[in-house]
């Protein structure tokens, strides 16, 4: 069975887990370690792939081919908008380009699949997005969601269900998991993991010239951290967000400041019809449900995100009386967020066993105080604006960190690559499944 927080008490159990997407000498303020070593290390992982592999090739996952396949290296961004491009050709789904490049010129794209069963038409048949590649070292997340949808396309047309290791789904189940409609956007930050990938510098954040931006602390969620969270969660090195341009977590100069969060922007305001989202990263083996000011309470509405009469206070773990304050969450929305975020943890520990870090399925505040996070932003969208509908931000932590690699432990070796894209299958299709179950809006 998967370990899940409980329900309606939640403690600070997660104190292990705390460097997951933040190194130590990040969340410490310490210098960066030698690029020497990093480099060196970097060079003893799976390579990251050179050419095109997918110019004359359509992708398919590890879920639709023998058990022994492996993949040999990491796809770079030109071959991951050639898997999208070669799987429209062959399976006639739409791709859709992003209406802002980035700094550096990149077009940032995504694509929809299925939906056959939804009510209505046109981009109003699409109600989970996923999205990968925001943090630019976590190598695999991008090539798991790219396997993945591949699998579904290939198990449709071959009638055949998918295999992810121990955990196996059926043709009716694949059917049902496309019958939710997918929009996915696989390279959310495309400079920072072209940077990352020719200069192992475990490289985080975008390319932004003036100051790279940690772009999963630039949407609108509690944003002004210093006025939003307790002095106490804002004033050491914990992660949450930085306002100091040299930092990791800077968040740059205002909301929305990047072209890459105002193309996510652009998505979601595009697919109106979306209830389900879920960001991918690596290395925690969690699965992580909002909200991450705070733990989660259902007894008084009034004490919410929005209430500028808790500012300064929300992120402490364990409250005085001065410094009371829990995230309120409609009990309904909390049940189905815990509800479908279990199922996934434990389809993933059902396809590869044995690892030394289980997935866990908890409330995101359990990993640290969040600001201007994707996921948040998502649950928070229909409070910030009325007119929107309700939607789940989730955020899976694939996999475990290379012990090996110390210095950058998101470069991980072949074995656990392939193990990730095995493990992740599952977690996704798991998640549709899931939400369908929970409920879909508008259906």
């Known amino acids: ?39 060196r290390q970097a060079s003893e992982t799976i390579p990251i792939g050179t050419g095109n592999r997918w110019k004359n090739k359509v992708p398919r996952g590890l ?9 040999t290296s990491v796809m770079n961004p030109a071959e991951l908008r050639s898997a999208i491009d070669s799987l429209a050709k062959e399976f006639k789904i739409e ?6 490049e980035t700094a550096e010129g990149a077009t940032m794209f995504g694509a929809k699949v299925g ?48 295999t992810y290791g121990g955990r196996r789904y059926t043709n009716k189940e694949v059917n049902q998991a496309l019958d939710v409609g997918i929009v996915f956007m696989p390279l959310l930050n495309p400079d920072g993991v072209a940077y990352d990938q020719e200069t192992d510098k475990c490289w985080r954040r975008n390319r932004n010239p003036t100051a790279p931006v940690d772009l999963n602390r630039n949407f609108d969620f509690l944003w002004d951290y210093k006025k939003s969270f307790s002095p106490e969660v804002t004033g050491g090195n914990t992660g949450i967000a930085s306002d100091d341009p040299a930092s990791d977590v800077y968040h740059g100069t205002k909301v929305f400041s990047e072209p890459e969060t105002r193309n996510v922007k652009w998505a979601l305001n595009k697919f109106k019809s979306i209830s389900w989202t879920l960001d991918i990263h690596s290395f925690a ?16 509405p009034n004490m919410n995100i929005l209430n500028e009469e808790y500012d300064g206070v929300r992120g402490v773990l364990v409250d005085t009386n001065e410094t009371e304050y829990r995230s309120y969450q409609e009990l309904d929305v909390w049940k189905q967020d815990s509800f479908v975020s279990v199922r996934v943890a434990d389809a993933m520990n059902s396809a ?31 409070l910030l604006d009325s007119k929107l509908g309700a939607a789940h931000g989730l955020t899976l932590e694939f996999g475990q960190d290379n012990n090996e690699a110390v210095v950058c432990p998101f470069y991980v070796k072949e074995a656990e690559f392939n193990n990730n894209i095995r493990q992740v299958g599952a977690g996704l299709m798991e998640f549709l499944l899931a939400a369908a179950e ?6």
């Open 352 to 382: 590869i066993t044995g690892l030394r870090t289980p997935m866990t399925a908890t409330q995101s505040i359990n990993l640290y105080a969040t600001s201007g996070a994707l996921s948040d932003y998502v649950s928070a969208r229909n």
């Open 285 to 300: 083996g969690l699965v992580l449900y909002s909200w991450g000011d705070d733990f989660n309470q259902i007894t008084d």
């Open 1 to 39: 069975m998967v370990a899940v927080t409980p329900f309606l008490l939640q403690i600070p159990l997660l104190v292990g887990a705390v460097s997951a997407c933040l190194l130590p000498w990040e969340r410490e303020g310490g210098p960066r370690p030698d690029m020497h070593l990093m480099s």
């Open 115 to 162: 939906g056959g069963k939804a009510k209505g038409k046109g981009d109003t048949l699409y109600s989970a997005f996923f999205t990968a590649g925001i943090h630019a070292r976590e190598r695999g997340g991008p090539d798991n969601l790219v396997y993945f949808i591949a699998d579904l396309l290939w198990a449709k047309r071959e009638k055949t269900g998918v």
């Open 63 to 71: 879920g639709t081919q023998p058990g022994d396949t492996t993949v």
């Open 95 to 100: 791709v859709f380009n992003a209406p802002e």
């Open 438 to 443: 929970a409920g879909l809006r508008g259906r």
